[in-house]
């Protein structure tokens, strides 16, 4: 759970989507207010988050482009080497700017 004196604005806590809802409705109860005092990222996109109040600011996983990649490397002959995947940050208002 994110403690206070880190620094208002400052990115806390990152996780999936489902432990991320969890501690969005944790840090109220802990007297503190999201993204005043903390900001929340999750990792994955889940159609929740942009339901949530304030929205949650996540990172995309893009499995279409995922599995076509991984399809590919499997049906290739030879070492294919490391293969990246851009994972777009979907920002909403779950994050503040570090003062």
């Known amino acids: 759970m994110p403690q206070r004196g880190h620094g208002p604005g400052a990115a806390k806590y990152g996780a999936p989507s489902e432990r991320t809802r969890v501690a969005r409705w944790r840090v109220p109860a802990s007297g503190m207010r999201v993204p005043d005092d903390v900001s929340i990222v999750s990792f994955d996109n889940d159609e929740l988050a942009a339901y949530l109040r ?22 290739s002959p030879g070492d294919t080497g490391e293969l990246l995947v851009p994972m777009p940050v979907v920002t909403r208002e779950s994050i503040a700017t570090p003062r």
């Open 54 to 75: 304030p929205g949650l600011t996540t990172i995309a996983l893009p499995h279409e482009d995922m599995g076509r990649r991984a399809v590919d490397a499997l049906l």
